[in-house]
């Protein structure tokens, strides 16, 4: 389980912003004359109405969704500064004369060079996947079909998900997982729901399944597509719902293969393994031990397993396979797949360009290689000091505040004061990268380049299952605006790419960093206490260190927290779902609160200055609700409400807000107001 801190970048925008300058020594604020753009604010809103239409409100009537992005804002304009950066890197890279150019830049330029050579693209058509094509129609036995589940080359979809992770309860150990999978669409509720818009999603759907195979010259494809979806819906119907999938309790089940096989008979174990080449001893030299996360799913779908024809999973595996390797074929498939996954799904009528996807190749399959140059360019040793320094500041104001809880008992609130204690911050990048030495990269052969680079990446992980952890590890790249809290390993975790304005910025005024980058560190914190992170003890193992009383008084607080956000409604009739989100609604209360102590602490006894008539706690919650200055597609909107963890911005802004008293005497927010709240009522969790 990884905790990010935002929606994932499918939701990418676009706009335009010049490189900025390195370190200055007294840089002035990006944003306004002391870090919040205040023309942005609407004034005819009353900050009680919608806080986040208050702040935002006149920067959004004039904001434009560029066509090749599913948003805009301040995430967005980060994305595309990274983009711009990653890509002036690479521009560098070709310029150097070949042989000059270390190995490591040169494959670098080789993959870039292969993924943005679309006259090769065209010119190959199918050659370069028809291997491939040709072994998935000729399947002929469940095993067969099994093997091509589990084939990393072959990067199809499969009834089971297998992935290398640490052991919840050992995190000293690697485990293999394995959890439910094979959807093409991105939950559940898209196949099941009654639903008008849904319905109109599973059209196109079968549109987009039958056109693929049709492109890739196959017949009767709309009969094939009628089964695919027959199928899917299938699985959909047996497997879990988001809610379950996030319980820690609940997905996490320990056994050994041979207990696999008796949970699920009907689907060939031995034949998946063996392509992936799993060993069946694990450490202690007992036999290998699994851990699956919806346990009641797997029976009944290795039965739909069983059922189906092969010859039905052939075509199941080949459009999956097409989806997968569409971006590297010929403009037909990449168009057509975009149009579906890009335009239906997120609104997007333009894919972006050609260099752009480039280097976002680049950072998936040589992320360390390409971050290790952005880094040396764009992360100046004095950000990640003053980022360190605000990380510590934001976990001594937890450890203040954990130790002045009400609801909490003695007991437990040392277990929460140890855990702080142990936290592990990360910041800006690795202390050791990567080695992609044994991956290599042909600069003809864009299908094999990528497949080679999954395969490097798994051949590493399994290298080291019966070893030791690596805790110094990474999970996302120093190019990345995000963030996350790994609970196994107790560490929070911020690539130097978010450590910009708006979030954070050397030239601002500290109210706005503790709303910026604060709000954001206090969030991830959060996860460690969130309603499954605080399932983890400081060392990262998954076990209980509560009592059963302060357990419940949690959560009683958490339930609140859902029905606060079920009522959220981000388009007519679509709501949010509380259950799914609880864990991000929480880590954004919780870390907005201890971002106002740590600010408050900053001040050290000091008033705060008043700044062109605001207070600093005024300062504090616009800079807030300016990091979500975000204007979405109403197809993005559906898609994270139905699929993804984190509730869309508005809500993010006026959700967290609303359950804060100093908020309310900042801004005099009255009972009458809209999102007014009773006292009472407010979420107060740490
Ligand atoms: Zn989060």
Redesign the pocket.
């Known amino acids: 389980m990884r905790?990010?801190?935002?929606a994932p970048a499918w939701a990418a925008i676009a706009c335009c912003l010049a490189l900025p300058a390195l370190a200055q020594d007294i840089p002035s604020p990006k944003f306004g004359r002391w870090g919040v753009d205040l023309s942005s604010i609407d004034h005819s809103v009353k900050p009680g109405d919608n806080f986040f239409l208050y702040v935002n409100g006149n920067w959004l009537k004039h904001a434009v969704i560029p066509p090749d992005r599913a948003s805009t804002g301040g995430f967005q304009d980060l994305q595309i500064l990274s983009e711009r950066r990653m890509r002036a890197i690479v521009d560098g890279l070709e310029k150097e004369p070949e042989a000059t150019l270390p190995p490591d830049q040169r494959k670098l330029r080789d993959l870039y060079d292969a993924f943005t050579d679309t006259r090769a693209i065209e010119a190959a058509g199918l050659k370069p996947v028809r291997q491939d094509l040709n072994h998935l129609a000729s399947l002929q036995t469940k095993e067969d079909v099994a093997r091509a589940m589990a084939s990393i080359p072959l990067s199809t979809e499969s009834l089971y998900d297998i992935s290398i992770s640490v052991d919840d309860k050992h995190p000293d150990n690697y485990a293999i997982d394995l959890s439910q999978s094979g959807l093409g669409l991105p939950d559940r509720d898209y196949y099941l729901k009654d639903d008008k818009a849904l319905a109109a999603i599973r059209t196109a759907y079968r549109q987009y399944l039958s056109d693929m195979m049709k492109l890739a010259g196959m017949t009767d494809t709309d009969a094939r597509a009628d089964r695919i979806l027959a199928l899917e819906t299938r699985i959909a119907q047996v497997e879990w719902n988001r809610a379950d999938r996030r319980d820690e309790d609940k997905i996490y089940n320990p056994m050994t293969v041979a207990q696999l096989k008796t949970l699920a008979p009907q689907f060939p174990w031995d034949a998946f393994f063996a392509e992936d080449r799993v060993p069946m001893t694990g450490r202690d030299g007992h036999p290998r031990m699994v851990i699956v996360a919806e346990k009641s799913a797997f029976g009944p779908l290795a039965k739909i397993f069983a059922d189906t024809p092969v010859s039905t999973w052939r075509d199941y595996l080949i459009v999956h396979y097409l989806h997968s390797f569409a971006p590297y074929l010929p403009k037909a498939f990449d168009d057509r797949d975009f149009a579906f996954y890009g335009t239906v799904l997120t609104g997007r009528t333009q894919q972006l360009d050609r260099a752009t996807r480039g280097v976002h190749l680049l950072d998936a399959l040589l992320g360390e290689d390409l971050g290790k140059l952005y880094v040396a360019r764009y992360f100046p040793p004095e950000a990640k000091a003053k980022a360190e320094q605000l990380v510590q500041n934001l976990l001594k104001a937890y450890e203040a505040d954990i130790k002045t809880l009400s609801w909490m008992s003695p007991a437990t609130r040392e277990k929460a004061l140890e855990k702080i204690r142990e936290f592990t911050p990360k910041i800006g990048y690795p202390t050791h990268w990567r080695d992609y030495s044994a991956y290599s990269v042909v600069r003809g052969d864009l299908v094999g380049d990528v497949q080679r680079g999954n395969l490097f990446e798994w051949n590493r992980e399994l290298a080291r299952i019966n070893q030791p952890v690596d805790k110094s590890e990474w999970d996302m790249t120093p190019p990345t605006i995000n963030?996350?809290?790994n609970p196994p390993f107790n560490e929070i975790v911020f690539p130097a790419a978010i450590l910009q304005p708006p979030f954070f910025d050397p030239g601002a005024d500290d109210a706005v960093n503790y709303g910026g980058i604060g709000a954001v560190i206090g969030?991830?914190i959060s996860?460690g206490f969130d309603d499954q992170g605080s399932k983890y003890n400081g060392k990262g193992v998954f076990e209980n260190w509560w009592t059963k009383q302060d357990r419940a008084n949690f959560n009683a607080k958490t339930a609140a927290l859902v029905k606060q956000y079920d009522a959220y409604e981000p388009l007519p009739g679509l709501h949010i779902i509380g259950a799914n989100t609880l864990?991000?609604n929480i880590?954004?209360n919780a870390g907005l609160a201890i971002a106002l102590k740590a600010y408050h602490i900053a001040l050290a006894g000091r008033p705060a200055p008043v700044i062109d008539g605001l207070t600093g706690d005024q300062r504090f919650y616009l800079a807030f609700g300016q990091i979500w200055r975000t204007k979405m597609r109403d197809s993005a909107i559906r898609t994270q409400t139905l699929s993804n963890?984190?509730s869309v911005a508005e809500f993010r802004v006026i959700g967290t807000t609303r359950n804060q008293d100093e908020w309310y005497k900042a801004f005099d927010v009255k009972p009458g107001d809209k999102y007014y709240l009773p006292p009472d009522q407010r979420v107060h969790l740490w």
Do not use: R, S, W
Request: glycine share 6%.
């Open positions: 905790l990010v801190f935002a963030a996350y809290y969030h991830e996860h864990g991000e880590a954004d963890e984190h």
